[in-house]
């Protein structure tokens, strides 16, 4: 099942996992770090497919939030990979 | 919060856009028009030999969902966040190959001119046959992300002036791309503005204003 990997950047480059985000049903489900979890289903991310920056995409939008976390967490610092 | 602008400020937003838009030759002519000063962070990203090259992607270059980010280590204990600008996602046609570097590199130098210091030093380099933008890494550093909604609340009031600093810069260069605390790395209480490769709104803003450039 494809499921999205969120990763946290170390001070000596190496990475750890900080959540697992996949789709369970029509909605979407993150295990991990419990603060990050809370952040994202509260603040959602930004939908990269619209215009307006101000549309935002949450846990209950399903797929679309799960193809539009890597687009959200590219830093470095944070970074989302989708995997199969 | 007090902000110094250079009296010649009105009349160097031409200057802006040019800096914007063509690159380094103009962002190095800029640095003298501007006076601004160089941070010694600058000359270690620019001239320290590389040690080390990490891939932050686990899905490699094959992978078109996700822009190529480097972690690299530099002689001497220097760190940086190395983006080349042929491993970014072009989103959209009209985007010009290669812009995002020159984006990034352009947000430090504005941040620079307005005395903000809020954007970790920035240079357009070569690694490794490839250009692109190199920052310096900001160490121990937490994505806005990942504060406790507590903390988030008093984190926005004691770094209040930061935030201040931090919404003039992106007015100043139209940023399209922060929404609810995104792209800020905060590290021993000090606001970074990080990521302005989609930042679409500072160019087509100025198109706007100066539509005969």
């Given at each position: 099942m494809k499921h999205?990997?969120?990763?946290?950047?170390?001070?000596?480059?190496?990475?750890?996992?900080?959540?697992?985000?996949k789709l369970v049903g029509e909605a979407v489900e993150c295990e991990g770090n419990q603060?990050?979890?809370?952040?994202?289903?509260?603040d959602g991310i930004r939908d990269y497919a619209e215009l307006d920056?101000?549309?935002?995409?949450?846990?209950?939008?399903?797929?679309?939030?799960?193809?539009q976390l890597p687009n959200n967490f590219r830093s470095g610092y944070l970074m989302a990979e989708i995997e199969e | 919060m007090r902000v110094r602008v250079p009296p010649r400020a009105p009349n160097l937003w031409r200057h802006y856009i040019r800096l914007l838009k063509n690159g380094r030759n103009d962002l190095r002519k800029s640095r003298?028009?501007?006076?601004?000063?160089?941070?010694?962070?600058?000359?270690?990203?620019?001239?320290?030999?590389?040690?080390?090259?990490?891939?932050l992607?686990?899905?490699?270059?094959?992978?078109?969902?996700?822009?190529?980010?480097?972690?690299?280590?530099?002689?001497?204990?220097?760190?940086g966040i190395f983006k080349p600008k042929l491993g970014?996602?072009?989103?959209?046609?009209?985007?010009?190959?290669?812009?995002?570097p020159k984006r990034a590199r352009a947000a430090y130098l504005i941040s620079q001119f307005f005395g903000l210091d809020?954007?970790?030093?920035?240079?357009?380099?070569?690694?490794d046959d490839t250009i692109g933008s190199l920052q310096k890494y900001v160490s121990g550093g937490r994505d806005f992300y990942e504060f406790a909604d507590i903390s988030q609340e008093e984190l926005l009031k004691k770094l209040q002036k930061q935030f201040a600093a931090l919404w003039v810069f992106d007015y100043i260069i139209w940023n399209s791309d922060?929404?609810?605390?995104?792209?800020?790395?905060?590290?021993?209480?000090?606001?970074?503005?990080?990521?302005?490769?989609?930042?679409?709104?500072?160019?087509?803003?100025?198109d706007t204003w100066y539509p005969n450039k």
């Amino acid at each position: 099942m494809k499921h999205v990997t969120i990763y946290k950047l170390q001070d000596d480059g190496s990475q750890t996992v900080l959540a697992v985000c996949k789709l369970v049903g029509e909605a979407v489900e993150c295990e991990g770090n419990q603060i990050f979890i809370n952040n994202l289903m509260e603040d959602g991310i930004r939908d990269y497919a619209e215009l307006d920056p101000n549309i935002r995409l949450f846990p209950k939008d399903g797929a679309e939030f799960l193809e539009q976390l890597p687009n959200n967490f590219r830093s470095g610092y944070l970074m989302a990979e989708i995997e199969e | 919060m007090r902000v110094r602008v250079p009296p010649r400020a009105p009349n160097l937003w031409r200057h802006y856009i040019r800096l914007l838009k063509n690159g380094r030759n103009d962002l190095r002519k800029s640095r003298r028009i501007f006076s601004i000063p160089k941070h010694p962070h600058e000359e270690i990203l620019e001239s320290r030999t590389i040690v080390g090259k990490r891939d932050l992607r686990k899905m490699r270059p094959e992978s078109i969902h996700t822009n190529a980010v480097y972690f690299v280590s530099l002689e001497d204990d220097g760190s940086g966040i190395f983006k080349p600008k042929l491993g970014r996602n072009v989103n959209k046609a009209t985007e010009e190959l290669g812009i995002y570097p020159k984006r990034a590199r352009a947000a430090y130098l504005i941040s620079q001119f307005f005395g903000l210091d809020i954007v970790p030093p920035t240079v357009v380099r070569e690694i490794d046959d490839t250009i692109g933008s190199l920052q310096k890494y900001v160490s121990g550093g937490r994505d806005f992300y990942e504060f406790a909604d507590i903390s988030q609340e008093e984190l926005l009031k004691k770094l209040q002036k930061q935030f201040a600093a931090l919404w003039v810069f992106d007015y100043i260069i139209w940023n399209s791309d922060r929404g609810s605390g995104r792209n800020i790395i905060i590290s021993a209480d000090k606001v970074h503005a990080i990521d302005f490769e989609n930042n679409e709104g500072v160019v087509s803003k100025l198109d706007t204003w100066y539509p005969n450039k």
